[in-house]
């Protein structure tokens, strides 16, 4: 079985530009969380999406959106970048939601801005 | 404010010893507790999944404990191998004002041959 994929690996965007990110999770799993990591704050807790409705939100600015398609896969995206947006994204997916089944993550997208 | 420690924030140890790693948290009420370890420049991988009844649970030369009364955990690595060296991370979901994860900051372990 495939596991998570992101794309892409690897963005540098500049200040003010806007960013979509895709997370495609494993088969059959309909949850997928997104999570920022950086070495100052450790891992956050972005969003997730359970069924194409978003069930959970962390505290970031409304910059920050997202969506869940039919067959499961996910988008991020981020407007009007920041300095401080610069990070590694990580998408986990899982079954169930989130709450106690076991999340599987993708390698990440890092993401440097300009 | 709900919060998520670990300790110590990094550790050397030889190839072949045990640790332990230390979680403490303040998230409450609880829902349940994980353990991850992330490989540097990879995403992080599941090590244990705990939920408020269950004070232990075993992954293969990973065990980890939960006492839920003074909130704490801690991960156990027994016969380390250089490929423990990694992060691991304790993350504490919660239902306070809506469903909260929050992760901690990690112990960042270093396995010497």
């Known amino acids: 079985k495939a596991g998570v994929t992101q794309t892409p690996r690897y963005l540098i965007k500049t200040r003010g530009q806007q960013v979509t990110l895709s997370c495609s999770p494993i088969s059959g799993h309909r949850s997928v969380s997104w999570y920022q990591q950086t070495p100052g704050q450790g891992l956050q807790f972005l969003f997730e999406y359970f069924s194409e409705t978003q069930r959970n939100k962390g505290n970031f600015p409304g910059r920050f959106s997202g969506r869940q398609f039919s067959n499961s896969r996910s988008e991020m995206n981020v407007s009007t970048l920041e300095l401080g947006d610069s990070a590694l994204y990580l998408c986990?997916?899982?079954?169930?939601?989130?709450?106690?089944?076991?999340?599987?993550f993708g390698p990440g997208t890092r993401l440097t801005v300009l | 404010k709900n919060q998520v420690e670990q300790s110590p924030q990094s550790l050397i140890i030889l190839e072949g010893k045990n640790c332990t790693l230390q979680?403490?948290?303040?998230?409450?009420?609880?829902?349940?507790l994980r353990w991850y370890k992330q490989d540097t420049g990879r995403g992080p991988v599941s090590l244990t999944i705990?939920?408020?009844?269950?004070n232990t649970k075993s992954n293969g030369r990973y065990t980890a404990t939960l006492d839920a009364d003074t909130k704490q955990s801690s991960l156990h690595i027994t016969a380390s191998q250089l490929s423990d060296s990694a992060s691991y991370i304790c993350v504490v979901s919660g239902k306070t004002g809506g469903f909260k994860t929050i992760f901690g900051a990690g112990t960042r372990l270093f396995v010497k041959a």
């Open positions: 979680c403490n948290y303040t998230v409450s009420p609880f829902s349940n």
């Open positions: 986990a997916s899982s079954f169930e939601s989130g709450k106690t089944d076991t999340q599987y």
């Open positions: 705990m939920t408020f009844s269950e």
